[in-house]
């Protein structure tokens, strides 16, 4: 067993699918050191430059000193502490849904929430592009999975209408964590009005950053016009394939959703723009109830220190008043979009913090970033099977505390190497 290990970790080596850990000896930071050596940094998810900030790491050492280190048991025993209570209670108030409870990672929230909603005899419709977390939540479950072309609107509103399983259930990235592009969730709710489906939202990289107060992106097509129908983005109103018609007109009469719904559960992470740990999925009560009860991953695992309660509230009150913070991150991008124009990789399309940079091949992804980190930069390369076959990228993510000289910096090595 173990040589076949080896030879399969081989086998993944030779085809430049070989993941490796490093560590880095600093906080985290847009300068950090990675093995004993200082780099400038755009692969964090610390969007906001919130993970090492100094009121944070007040209110998590007051949170220890007052409640100690670890919680002790699980939220259903003797686990659940006044920190907790009192941060789910913000959190719904936060994104304005009636109640909310914590998980300890975005990946147990997702298990948790569609094991417990959805089963056998239901249906769950998932974009192929969501996260790994979504994907596994469905097997989970044991639900019939039926998966839709990326944002594909009309392809969705078709398979909704051959489905009569007892319950449906829309899953979906809000910002898609490889792409960095939005899901159309005014037309998925729409879509769920029509077919009286949910919606779960998994919102781990638009909260903080995206909508009013960076509330995230359910708040984010507050006074957006409705968009065009058109391929690729939402629905096309003169798609070829006839069949498909009809639900291109179904949708246009149903029009765009109102994204406070009860029906809409949604997920977030706190520990990226957040900058600290764990996730919450906020719903209407019935549906917190049911998690509380039936949602194995919250049930049967100890809760999170108390302490990291304490971090994310101050945490929150730093989000609502960032809107100096998000509105520097939108310049940042901006500044890297006309940067980076001309290059033989393209930005792919996308207005958010992530902005994959496309290589295509997994070992010419790998020679790029090496040739970054020789420069002293660092960027991830992304390969399969996190992306699809010949998409292997560059993962750029931009944070708040990044400065106009450092997006220049990773601007002029891009371009040195392209030469």
Same mark, same amino acid.
């Given at each position: 067993?173990?040589?076949?290990?080896?030879?399969?970790?081989?086998?993944?080596?030779?085809?430049?699918?070989?993941?490796?850990?490093?560590?880095?000896?600093?906080?985290?930071?847009?300068?950090?050191?990675?093995?004993?050596?200082?780099?400038?940094?755009?692969?964090?998810?610390?969007?906001?430059?919130?993970?090492?900030?100094?009121?944070?790491?007040?209110?998590?050492?007051?949170?220890?000193?007052?409640?100690?280190?670890?919680?002790?048991?699980?939220?259903?025993?003797?686990?659940?502490?006044?920190?907790?209570?009192?941060?789910?209670?913000?959190?719904?108030?936060?994104?304005?849904?009636?109640?909310?409870?914590?998980?300890?990672?975005?990946?147990?929230?997702?298990?948790?929430?569609?094991?417990?909603?959805?089963?056998?005899?239901?249906?769950?419709?998932?974009?192929?592009?969501?996260?790994?977390?979504?994907?596994?939540?469905?097997?989970?479950?044991?639900?019939?999975?039926?998966?839709?072309?990326?944002?594909?609107?009309?392809?969705?509103?078709?398979?909704?209408?051959?489905?009569?399983?007892?319950?449906?259930?829309?899953?979906?990235?809000?910002?898609?964590?490889?792409?960095?592009?939005?899901?159309?969730?005014?037309?998925?709710?729409?879509?769920?009005?029509?077919?009286?489906?949910?919606?779960?939202?998994?919102?781990?990289?638009?909260?903080?950053?995206?909508?009013?107060?960076?509330?995230?992106?359910?708040?984010?097509?507050?006074?957006?016009?409705?968009?065009?129908?058109?391929?690729?983005?939402?629905?096309?109103?003169?798609?070829?394939?006839?069949?498909?018609?009809?639900?291109?007109?179904?949708?246009?009469?149903?029009?765009?959703?109102?994204?406070?719904?009860?029906?809409?559960?949604?997920?977030?992470?706190?520990?990226?723009?957040?900058?600290?740990?764990?996730?919450?999925?906020?719903?209407?009560?019935?549906?917190?109830?049911?998690?509380?009860?039936?949602?194995?991953?919250?049930?049967?695992? *100890? /809760?999170?220190? #108390?302490? +990291?309660?304490?971090?994310?509230? %101050?945490? $929150?009150? &730093?989000? =609502?008043?960032?809107?100096?913070?998000?509105?520097?991150?939108?310049?940042?991008?901006?500044?890297?979009?006309?940067?980076?124009?001309?290059?033989?990789?393209?930005?792919?399309?996308?207005? *958010? /913090?992530?902005? #994959?940079? +496309?290589?295509?091949?997994?070992? %010419?992804? $790998?020679? &790029?970033? =090496?040739?970054?980190?020789?420069?002293?930069?660092?960027?991830?390369?992304?390969?399969?099977?996190?992306?699809?076959?010949?998409?292997?990228?560059?993962?750029?993510?931009?944070?708040?505390?990044?400065?106009?000289?450092?997006?220049?910096?990773?601007?002029?090595?891009?371009?040195?190497?392209?030469?």
């Amino acid at each position: 067993m173990l040589s076949e290990l080896q030879n399969e970790l081989n086998e993944r080596a030779a085809q430049g699918l070989l993941r490796q850990r490093r560590t880095l000896d600093s906080p985290q930071s847009p300068h950090i050191v990675v093995d004993g050596k200082s780099y400038l940094s755009f692969c964090s998810n610390d969007y906001l430059g919130l993970a090492n900030h100094p009121q944070l790491v007040i209110a998590l050492q007051q949170g220890a000193q007052q409640w100690g280190v670890g919680a002790g048991a699980a939220h259903l025993v003797s686990g659940h502490f006044e920190p907790h209570h009192r941060l789910e209670q913000e959190l719904a108030a936060f994104v304005r849904k009636p109640a909310a409870l914590l998980f300890s990672t975005g990946y147990m929230a997702n298990l948790g929430a569609v094991q417990a909603l959805v089963g056998k005899g239901d249906t769950v419709f998932a974009d192929k592009l969501n996260h790994a977390s979504l994907n596994d939540a469905m097997l989970l479950s044991r639900a019939e999975m039926k998966r839709y072309r990326h944002n594909d609107i009309a392809q969705l509103a078709a398979l909704l209408e051959q489905t009569t399983s007892r319950r449906k259930l829309i899953i979906t990235d809000a910002v898609f964590s490889m792409d960095g592009d939005l899901a159309p969730l005014p037309e998925l709710l729409a879509l769920c009005e029509q077919y009286d489906a949910w919606l779960l939202v998994d919102d781990a990289h638009g909260f903080g950053v995206l909508g009013e107060q960076g509330r995230g992106s359910l708040f984010n097509f507050k006074s957006s016009p409705p968009p065009l129908l058109q391929r690729g983005g939402h629905v096309d109103a003169h798609v070829e394939n006839p069949p498909l018609q009809k639900h291109v007109l179904s949708l246009s009469k149903w029009g765009r959703g109102d994204l406070h719904s009860p029906r809409i559960i949604y997920m977030a992470t706190l520990g990226k723009a957040a900058g600290v740990f764990g996730a919450f999925v906020a719903a209407e009560q019935v549906v917190i109830d049911t998690l509380v009860n039936q949602a194995r991953s919250y049930v049967y695992t *100890t /809760a999170a220190p #108390p302490a +990291l309660a304490c971090a994310v509230s %101050a945490s $929150l009150q &730093l989000i =609502e008043q960032g809107d100096a913070l998000r509105e520097h991150l939108r310049g940042l991008i901006a500044q890297l979009h006309n940067g980076l124009a001309g290059l033989p990789w393209e930005l792919m399309p996308s207005d *958010t /913090a992530i902005q #994959p940079l +496309l290589v295509g091949d997994n070992q %010419a992804a $790998l020679a &790029l970033s =090496e040739g970054l980190r020789e420069r002293g930069i660092w960027v991830a390369a992304i390969r399969p099977p996190t992306v699809p076959p010949g998409t292997a990228r560059l993962r750029i993510t931009l944070s708040a505390a990044h400065s106009e000289n450092d997006v220049e910096q990773l601007i002029g090595a891009l371009h040195e190497l392209a030469q």
